[in-house]
């Protein structure tokens, strides 16, 4: 199943930004905690930002400050926006979903309880 759709992915010179939008068709999407990951190549997927039901709102250390995570409730979307970008952003960006539960504090930017996945898009800074 493809239930989360990622787009705007591109290369980009350090410094610059983008905005990632996903859409999803996921019944009751407002309930959901919604993510942010990324995959670098040659390391493990990590949590970038998360956005809870409740309008909580994290963000992993490396990107606070630079990059914003939104909603849309009523047009289902999630979105990231990013700014001052560096070569070490690069890799491969997914949307998620999961529970509302695991946007707690204590699942951190972990990706456990995440159920729904885009199938990516990426995301190329040179120096």
């Known amino acids: 199943q493809l239930e989360m759709v990622e787009s705007g992915g591109g290369s980009v010179q350090a410094g610059g930004s983008l905005r990632l939008s996903c859409t999803s068709s996921?019944?009751?999407?407002?309930?959901?905690?919604m993510a942010w990951f990324r995959q670098a190549p040659g390391k493990q997927r990590e949590g970038v930002a998360r956005?809870?039901?409740?309008?909580?709102?994290t963000y992993a250390g490396p990107v606070e400050g630079r990059f914003t995570i939104s909603r849309d409730i009523v047009k289902n979307f999630l979105y990231l926006d990013m700014k001052s970008l560096k070569p070490e952003d690069t890799g491969l960006y997914y949307c998620?979903?999961?529970?509302?539960?695991?946007?707690?504090?204590?699942?951190?930017?972990?990706?456990?309880?995440?159920?729904?996945w885009g199938q990516g898009t990426q995301v190329s800074v040179s120096s």
């Open positions: 996921i019944h009751e999407f407002r309930r959901y905690c």
């Open positions: 956005f809870s039901a409740s309008s909580t709102i």
């Open positions: 998620a979903a999961a529970p509302n539960s695991f946007c707690s504090t204590f699942y951190g930017q972990s990706d456990r309880g995440f159920e729904y």
